[in-house]
């Protein structure tokens, strides 16, 4: 059935569901690497990000930064330094070269637990990882890309639980190899209709002309110009683009559907251009 206006939501069991499995989690690891979308670096973060993971210390990763304008990030980045009191980088999927920066701060994140340790009498072992974030803000890519130079898959650990798999990334750190969810317990539908541009909400929960056409209006208040030069229309719609591009159905109108899922794809591939879609108040 065609929803025929904006409300996108999450289910309560669903949230509970993910804390509990987040907790487990997050009780085997010394530190977190809290992956945050660059075009959403507010509304991609949960609010009580640091009750939820019950204080851990954690990297902020700024992830899908290729997709940005990168000087307009840097506000973003000193917000949240600011703010949150921890280390913020940038990172993308295609780019190698932050790996030694990620690995380096998050054993120097690790190393207040790891002497706790020490103090009482045990030995010191590698630090202990774990990758959190919100669905589709690019967990798995960071994981992968840790673990591309090193598969040694190490399994359980004395004391951890069976069903976790391990990967250590040198001899100083251990990477648990299952992302982490961060529920998105919250009823801001401003803030929803954001997420569900970067495609971090379930399809089911919203129609493609719907968000397509939410997030026209959006670009079209910031980056007027660009999304002017892009599709090569003056009046920034879905009827114009979809004329501009002769996707038309029969009866001579415009394929509205079709035109809708090409704009979210546009946007989400960075094709359009780069954008960050969240305000600092």
């Not at 780019?95 to 002497?115: A, F, G, H, M, T």
């Not at 056409?213 to 980056?223: I, T, V």
């Amino acid at each position: 059935m065609k929803k025929d206006k904006l409300h996108i939501h999450w289910y309560p069991g669903h949230i509970a569901k993910a804390e509990k499995k987040l907790k487990e989690q997050l009780s085997l690891v010394d530190a977190v690497i809290e992956v945050i979308d660059a075009r959403l670096p507010i509304s991609s973060s949960y609010d009580n990000i640091s009750g939820l993971l019950n204080k851990k210390p954690r990297l902020i990763l700024l992830n899908k930064s290729d997709l940005t304008e990168i000087n307009e990030l840097k506000n973003f980045i000193d917000k949240l330094e600011n703010d949150s009191g921890y280390p913020v980088i940038t990172s993308s999927a295609k780019n190698s070269k932050d790996i030694n920066v990620i690995i380096n701060k998050v054993i120097s994140l690790s190393e207040p637990r790891i002497q706790e340790i020490m103090q009482k009498g045990l030995l010191r072992r590698p630090a202990r990882v774990m990758v959190v974030g919100m669905p589709n803000v690019g967990k798995s890519s960071i994981i992968n890309k840790l673990t591309k130079s090193s598969k040694t898959k190490i399994g359980a650990k004395a004391g951890v639980t069976r069903q976790q798999q391990w990967v250590r990334i040198n001899p100083k750190l251990d990477l648990l190899d299952t992302p982490g969810i961060i529920p998105m317990k919250q009823e801001d539908q401003y803030r929803a209709k954001k997420l569900a541009f970067v495609n971090a909400v379930s399809e089911n929960a919203y129609s493609n002309e719907i968000i397509a056409k939410e997030l026209l209006e959006l670009l079209s208040k910031k980056y007027l110009q660009t999304v002017q030069n892009f599709y090569k229309v003056d009046n920034i719609s879905i009827e114009n683009i979809a004329v501009a591009r002769n996707w038309i159905v029969s009866g001579g109108n415009p394929d509205i559907e079709r035109t809708s899922a090409y704009i979210l794809k546009d946007f989400r591939e960075g094709k359009i251009g780069k954008f960050i879609l969240d305000e600092i108040e």
